[in-house]
Nanobody
């Protein structure tokens, strides 16, 4: 079982920055690919960014490419999402995801609100 705890969300003005963190309680964190998803009110959950187990490969949704950066620290069992140049349409609950083989786990989410 993997437990994921997100933090770092909050209220920020458009153009501002936030850094989300996701701490994983698992012995073999570096076996897992990690990702961030988000869900805005009335919308389906959507992919934001992902990073391979080694951190060498990263992937981004077109809507955040060039503004968000995903990274991981395997020594700290933590994945990060640095969000710059935030827009009101980035407002959502952000969820951390851990994936290994057919197994996938989710955190409880952290709210990000961007005011115009």
């Amino acid at each position: 079982q993997v437990q994921l705890v997100e933090s770092g969300g909050g209220l920020v003005q458009a153009g501002g920055s936030l850094r989300l963190s996701c701490a994983a309680s698992v012995r073999t964190f570096n076996d897992y690919a990690m990702g961030w998803f988000r869900q805005a009110p009335g919308k389906e959950r959507e992919f934001v960014a992902a990073i391979s187990w080694s951190g060498v490969s990263t992937y981004y949704a077109d809507s955040v490419k060039g503004r968000f950066t995903i990274s991981r620290d395997n020594a700290k069992n933590t994945v990060y999402l640095q969000m710059n140049s935030l827009k009101p349409e980035d407002t959502a609950v952000y969820y951390c995801n851990a994936k290994w083989s057919v197994f996938a786990y989710w955190g409880q989410g952290t709210q990000v609100t961007v005011s115009s």
